[in-house]
């Protein structure tokens, strides 16, 4: 391996890209100032990007909010649940329609069958109707079962499978090797890296749902984090009680807005770094195949 | 008596029950979750009353198809939702193709992986949560406006003007986007020979030649893939983004046909409406999606699915 | 292989159908037997076995219990079910924001509906239809006290009149306090009083009071002092200013030919228009106020940078309290809607006292159950119980609470507060308590305590400015005329066309749009629908005179 030379254009190009890495990551930045801000500050806009007044205040109520916490439960068991069902069946599913038709007749059906489903949707009050009927309002299944194959997902890993070297499978084959064996020995090694960019993807996926906790969950105690958010956030302003009057002197609603957003990001961030390394380690062994 | 036909397809089936065997949850749930529920189409030709079901409704024809083109803004709708996706589709898949180059050149691989992160990480964040920090800091007394004035602009109605509000939009959507589509367009790069380089810095090329001879040839497959997929979604514009972003005022400008259904027909409980504007939607989809597929089959020679 | 494919897709698609065949069947729910009461039954006899009732239960997160109780056991559902033996079911929650979407789902996925529960009018229209809910005429005739007819009959019958379908009687109105709806103008005295202004008594001079404001930067805020609130929703705030001008937005008025006109349509509003027009361009409109909620005002008020604002009495809970506490200096008052010149008047538009209704299965076995609730709440909030409420909502145990939240039925008689201001005015000025009840005492406390505690100038602001003004007004309100039904079709109508309505009015005030576009506005608001939709409202309004 060669040493190489820093150029002029290395430098430029890396002063771009950082320059357009810290305007993306500005506005969160300020979020989190003024979230840590005191209540004059936040409502008269005056915080930048370092907390003014620095008070703890919107935390210490965003984080006493009980429905908040649920939510943030509620959200965490969705992830859970909801990636991992998903996982599995998008790896069995992306498995046979991964050989071309010559190989596997049937794979056409197949492939229509799930193309299909992109296409038409009977849209949402049929599928209200159905999964009333079925049962799932009111439960966990209603927000992770409906949507459990993305077909999006189907088609990213059935593209990585039909990578993989034909000549790596037969000699499997020829080995004795069946079908569950050859997913399992050949196919999800070599497909780590896609299937760790499908998981964090699942993840964010389900973190960020919003429309299906808000058709399915009736009540309030059982929305998942982001329909909490995104019902809350909007009538923070509205004054509810007595109690309230006195808060709004020491936390402005801006600090609370942005505490309740910073908790709900904090997730995320802790999720980040571990996923994001394995999407880099994953793209060095992709990049190892011709 | 066996023909030999007969005996490919017992010993195809011998050969692939394990496959049918994996396809089955897949079956099951696509046919209970999406195709029971298409039967609910027939709404959009109905008065659906909810006693009477889907099968005992009153016919009416394409009574809902003529109201929702009779509207005056219906066409506005539609234009709407092709200009600001198409305008989002470029933008973006173009700002992430720069991106993933730039990033490719990069010499430093942490620096390189810090700044990746960076840019990725809205991606992950909700646009319920992204909208809300977006009105913040764009508001007239909000950041953005501030610095705009420090440096002796005058305020920016981002949130209220027609034309500035489709610049938020196209904005804060390369905002969201960049980092995924780069992260995909760079596992592409990073599938490039080395020694396809190696024989290039042989031959004498510098370092903008590499680039048009080998990198944009290797990645056009997956921008093309991209692109494909992107223009299957071009009816959706973006609902999340748009309903989190939006008001009265901008409608004219904005209103996407996934905006008009979520007013239209569940904010106002008009099943049929919502329904049929949906089914149109679909078809449209269908044509641009097959056509486009088709299209990347010809010209690019990539199958998708 | 093609052909296969289509075969099996359409043997697919057959058996979606036969599974989804169940969709609109109904599900075989058994009735429940009927609760029976011993001898002559009437608007008071409790049932002789408890009946349960099963109620779409619509959660509010601010509603405090006390250790122990919840929506379907509290003080006030003990108190029921002591007094008519009727239990509640409330396992089906909704919550209030998404309340009105959660049941028009259920509506329409036929998903069996609870005993009892709250509608708007299109939902009523839909049930009506679909034969889900009871006809509650003559059961209302016959178990309705004749306190809870007579204050049901308020404006002429506008709740019971807007729920009769074809002669039918599809919901109980619950009814809310006239003044919910009736827009006053707030003014900041103190700031009138820095700049040395007279409380203005036209619609002009009050403009001119927020120029000043607004010119001198009176808050001495850095970033600058607001003219007039308004929010994306117009609201109010065009009331006032449409009204000054006789015009009447958003309700359908009659005409000089006898037949009714939807009023935004009216050459009046032009006028009105105009003059937010000018607002705006000059800054008294804040720029942004398009893209803003009305709770965005209730800040501005707060932090002390907004000084006119315009709503319902109540807004005075939510926007000045919060402004007096942050600023023990800050003065306001109320003034009544103005008139356009010195000299003249002005009617004030008054939103119809009724927006929801209470409604009632047909699997429901006793549906007469509803209206003895209803005759029963009213006895508990202002009738023969009201000493026993308002002295349990005043103890030490519920005072931090609102104890009508508890009620699985709440309408308030629309003249109630109009009344109490009345007796509560003469007490304060004869010093005689007496015709005072406890719910009267426990404002007259408030009023009395004179602490300069922003809860006693609150109430102050309200008892002795804003009632006083409803109960001057209250008799030539302008109310919408029509109060026939909305269905499905109206209702689609009447979506497009006020969304048409709001873009064009926001567009014309922000001057992207001439006013005298206001005229191509009202042929595309006939062109749209509007000229089917004045049929429908005439024909109703011939037959119902």
Sequence with gaps: MKRKKISVFQIVNASILILMAVVGILPFIHMVAVAFSGGAASASNSVGLLPVDFSLEAFREALSDDSFMRSVGISALRVFLGTTITMVLTILTAYPVCFDKKEFPARTFYVVFMVITMLFSGGLLPAYILNTRLGLVNTIWALVVPGAIPIFNVIVLLNFFRNIPKEVREAAIIDGADDFLCLRKIYLPLAKPALMT????????????????????????????????????????????????????????????????????????????LLSKHIKNGLIIGSVKG | ?????????????????????????????????????????????????????????????????????NMGNFGSVVWNTLFISILKITTALFSSVVLALMLNEMASKRLKTLIQSAILFTYFISWIVLSDIVKDIVAQDGAVNQIIRSLGGEGISFLTDDKWFIVLLIVTNIWKEIGYNAVIISAALSAIDPALYEAADLDGAN???????????????????????????????????????????????????????????????????????????SVVGAVLLVSSHKAAEKYAGYRVF | MKKKTLLWLLTVSMTATLLAGCGGGGSSDETASKAAVSGEDGPAVPYTDTLTLSLLYENDAGIVYPEGDGPSDNVVTRFMKDKLNIAFDMSWTVDKGNYAEQLDLAIASNTRLPDVFKVNKRQMSTLASADLIYDMGELFEKYASDNLKKVLAFNDNEGIKSATIDGKLYGLPLTNDV?????????????????????????????????????????????????????????????VIANAYGGYPDLWREGADGRLAYGSTLPEIKDGLACLRELYASGLINSEFAAQETSKLAQYVAQGRLGIFIGPFWYNNNYIINNFNADPDADWIVVNNLPLEQGGSVATRAWNTTYRWWCVSKKCPNPEAAVKLMNLWYEMWQGEYSDWYWDLQMSDEYEDVDMKTYSPVFFDPPLKNCELDRKLLDALESGDTSNLNAEGMNAYSHLTLDDGSPINRSSILTWKGSFRILNDTYDSFVYDAYRGPTDIQFSAIQSVLDE??????????????DVSYFDTFVEEWYSQGGTELTERVNEWYENNR
């Excluded at chain 1, 998981?199 to 309030?220: E, P, Q, S, V």
């Design chain 1, 198 to 273: 499908l998981t964090m993807f699942c993840i964010i996926g389900h973190w960020n749902a919003w429309f299906d906790g808000l058709l399915y969950m009736r009540d309030n105690t059982l929305y998942p984090l982001q329909t909490y958010l995104q019902v809350y956030l909007s009538s923070l302003s509205d004054i509810k009680s007595q109690q309230d009057v006195v808060q709004m002197l020491s936390v402005s609603d801006r600090s609370l807005m942005y505490a309740y957003i910073v908790l709900s990001c904090i997730p995320i961030l802790l999720v980040f770094p």
């Design chain 2, 1 to 69: 008596m066996r023909t030999t036909a007969d005996l490919r397809k017992k010993n195809s089936f011998k050969r692939h029950w394990q496959k049918h065997v994996m396809m089955l949850p897949c079956l099951g749930l696509l046919l209970l979750f999406q195709y029971v529920p298409m039967v609910g189409l027939v709404m959009a030709f109905q008065n659906y009353v909810p006693s009477n079901g889907y099968f005992g409704s009153e016919w009416v024809g394409l009574y809902w198809f003529k109201y929702m083109f």
């Design chain 2, 207 to 281: 370092r903008f030649q590499k680039i048009r001879f080998i990198t944009v040839p290797a990645i056009g497959t997956t921008v093309a893939m991209l692109l494909i997929l992107a223009l299957g979604g071009v009816l959706s514009g973006g609902f999340d983004q748009i309903h989190n972003l939006y008001n009265s005022t901008v409608l004219s400008s904005s209103d996407i046909i996934d905006t008009y259904v979520f007013r239209m027909g569940i904010n106002r409980g008009m099943y049929s409406l919502g329904t049929a504007v949906g089914f149109f939607k």
């Design chain 3, 179 to 239: 003044g919910d709806g009736v827009s006053m103008i707030f003014i900041r005295k103190d700031w009138l009083d820095t700049l040395g202004l007279q409380v203005p008594s036209t619609l002009h001079e009050l403009i001119d009071v927020a120029k000043a404001f607004v010119d001198q930067n009176v808050s001495g805020k850095p970033n600058g002092t607001m003219g007039i609130g308004m929010a994306k929703d117009l609201g109010f705030t065009w009331d």
């Design chain 3, 500 to 513: 048409l309505e709001t873009n064009t009015f926001i567009d014309i005030i922000m001057g992207k749009k």
